[in-house]
């Protein structure tokens, strides 16, 4: 499906407010409306990363942000973090499968990256109710 370029826009901001808090999405689509350096940068995302991109066919929504949060953690691009593990468990990640993202990545993109992302998570996700076995120890 291809949309106008003004479509493309409105569609990325509806994208990017039903995966980001309220404020966040303010703040890009407000981004979007500014002059000066970088002015574009903001568009940029809204049409092609949230409209293009995270609308594409073969993959859900869920399974992306496991995707993306594997790649941010890899990148180590702790401001994206901050707002893709919370949008993650809106789009149905569980913070268990989160876990398990961090987990996988120390592997592959090293322990660092890894244990920055377990501090990003642990800042911005709510907090974890004990397991059974985590309470009984």
Do not use: C, K
Not at 23 to 41: D, H, N, P
């Amino acid at each position: 499906m291809t949309t106008q370029p003004d479509n493309r826009l409105d569609e990325g901001r509806d994208v990017a407010s039903s995966m980001l808090d309220d404020q966040t999405a303010r703040a890009v689509s407000g981004t979007a409306e500014t002059t000066g350096f970088g002015r574009e940068l903001a568009d940029l995302a809204l049409e092609a990363v949230y409209n293009r991109l995270w609308t594409r066919p073969g993959l859900s929504a869920r399974d992306r942000s496991l995707v993306t949060v594997s790649m941010l953690i890899a990148l180590r691009a702790a401001d994206e973090l901050r707002l893709h593990f919370p949008a993650a468990l809106r789009n149905g990640v569980t913070q268990e499968e989160l876990e398990e993202v961090v987990y996988q990545s120390s592997g592959y993109a090293g322990f660092p990256a890894a244990h920055h992302a377990f501090g990003i998570a642990r800042a911005v996700l709510p907090a974890a109710t004990p397991t059974e076995q985590e309470a009984t120890a």
